[in-house]
């Protein structure tokens, strides 16, 4: 979300952008609701699902950190369905989302309510969806997927990462030639 808010104030500074399996900076409220709706989850399981996960967020100075603060300006932006970001357009360069597919919840940590698995493939359809749709806004734009990276791509699968690097300088040379 920072690099496409940075993206769309200061176009001119950047060859190109790589978003490595980003938070969702695209999921809306109602697009929140469609992987529920892919596994099979009734108006009523939604409702009672979303009703504690997308309520508007309470600004609270008790816990005044910064990761706190951050938090509660994410939440808003969410809230908002990222309006501050979403209408506008990325520059023309090179873009790139690179997604990991591993499904890495601790049994401890996953939703009991339903198959969290499922839940998390059906998200990342949709989520891969929208990033083709920005990625599609440019010449030069692409989305990676590695099916045995997990949120840390980097980690997971570096060549990936490196390889994608290669080919947004690769891509904005050829935009920067045929500007000539």
């Keep these: 979300m920072y690099a496409r808010g940075y993206a769309i104030y200061y176009p001119d500074d950047l060859a190109g952008l790589i978003f490595l399996d ?20 009734t108006p009523q399981q ?7 996960r997308l309520s508007k ?11 706190v603060r951050e938090l509660e300006v994410l939440g808003e ?8 970001i979403s209408g506008s357009k990325l520059p023309v ?5 690179i997604i990991g597919g591993k499904f890495g919840v601790a049994p401890e940590q996953r939703i009991k309510e339903f198959d969290h698995e499922a839940y998390f493939r059906a998200r990342q ?16 734009g692409k989305v990676f997927y590695s099916a045995g990276a997990g949120h840390f791509v980097h980690s997971d699968d570096p ?22």
């Design 57 to 67: 967020p309470k600004v609270t100075s008790a816990a005044d950190t910064t990761p």
């Design 159 to 180: 060549a990936m990462v490196i390889s994608c690097i290669r080919i947004a300088l690769e891509d904005y040379q050829r935009l920067r030639q045929e500007k000539k």
């Design 125 to 140: 359809v949709r989520a891969f969806q929208r990033y083709a749709k920005i990625a599609g806004e440019s010449p030069y």
């Design 93 to 97: 360069i090179p873009i790139q989302f």
């Design 46 to 52: 939604i409702d009672a699902f979303t009703a504690n």
């Design 77 to 84: 932006l969410r809230w908002t369905d990222w309006k501050e």
């Design 22 to 41: 980003p938070g969702d900076f695209t999921e809306t409220r109602e697009a929140f609701n469609e992987p529920l709706r892919d596994i099979g989850r």
